[in-house]
């Protein structure tokens, strides 16, 4: 079953991100028990593909340097398997759609619940169409994680009420990235969510510094960080494991301070 609530079980919980296969398989598993050990709740794992229409340049540099380097689905399944011999930390997929409909469903959800995946999340995949996706998917207990994006309090409260797993708040309209500014109401888009459910509802894109990660979760139940990891990864290659156990401490314990 998901073990996702537990990233949330013992206050706010920080949620890290990177690319599965950049720099290579192996330090992808290293990184993500480096990423653990230093804190982090869950771990978002990326599953590489060609038009990744939600990310900003960051991530789809990691996505091209992993495509190049030889990663396919089922390399980011043996990546989850290295892990899950160490680990049972939460991990859900982000992917896009076309790699899952094109593994099949059936075969896709199935080897993410033998492996322990625990969810997904699609970016391009609409609120109205996810019925076919979802079946499979909760049919094998795996929670697929809905988007909210700064849209109309009526759409927010669609989505909140049948949401699986934990909320992905979107913090600003666009792609994925670095940002010095995260202007977006945070505050009133939870409100709205909690109107419909006690779900919980972390925050992601843009957010690189502890102090906007404090922000963030003292809004919500949780901080996202994804581009600012991949680019440590872009800049330390194989050797990225320290720079990375250092950020996510930072940034875990700015989580922390929001919940005190």
Same mark, same amino acid.
Not at 128 to 134: G, N, Y
Not at 194 to 209: L, M, N, Q, Y
């Given at each position: 079953m998901s073990k996702i609530k537990?990233?949330?079980?013992?206050g706010k919980a920080f949620i890290a991100f990177l690319?599965?296969?950049?720099?290579?398989l192996e330090k992808t598993v290293d990184y993500i028990l480096a990423i653990e050990e230093a804190g982090a709740d869950l771990v978002e794992i990326g599953i590489p593909f060609s038009d990744p229409t939600a990310e900003g340049i960051v991530i789809q540099d990691a996505n091209i340097r992993a495509l190049k380097e030889g990663m396919t689905v089922d390399g980011v399944f043996e990546i989850v398997s290295r892990v899950r011999e160490k680990?049972?930390? *939460?991990?859900?997929?982000?992917? #896009?759609? %076309? *790699?899952?409909f094109?593994?099949? #469903?059936? %075969?896709?959800?199935l080897k993410c619940e033998n492996l322990g995946v625990d969810g997904i999340i699609i970016p391009d995949l609409p609120y109205?169409?996810?019925?076919?996706?979802?079946v499979a998917a909760e049919s094998h207990h795996v929670d697929v994680i809905s988007m909210i994006a700064p849209t109309s309090r009526q759409r927010i409260q669609m989505i909140a009420e049948e949401a699986k797993g934990f909320l992905y708040v979107v913090s600003s309209m666009g792609v994925t990235g670095v940002r010095s500014n995260i202007e977006t109401d945070i505050t009133s888009m939870i409100a709205s969510i909690?109107?419909?459910?006690?779900?919980?509802?972390?925050?992601?894109?843009?957010?690189?510094?502890p102090e906007q990660a404090e922000r963030m979760a003292a809004a919500s139940d949780g901080a996202i960080v994804g581009s600012a990891i991949v680019k440590l990864i872009e800049?330390?290659?194989d050797r990225a494991e320290?720079?990375?156990?250092?950020?996510?401490?930072s940034m875990k314990e700015a989580v922390k301070r929001a919940g005190n």
């Open positions: 537990n990233a949330f079980s013992d690319t599965a296969g950049d720099p290579s680990s049972q930390i *939460p991990l859900v997929f982000l992917t #896009y759609l %076309n *790699p899952v094109h593994y099949g #469903y059936e %075969n896709f959800f109205e169409e996810k019925e076919e996706m979802s909690r109107e419909v459910t006690d779900i919980p509802a972390a925050v992601g894109f843009g957010i690189s510094t800049k330390y290659g320290e720079p990375i156990a250092e950020y996510v401490k």
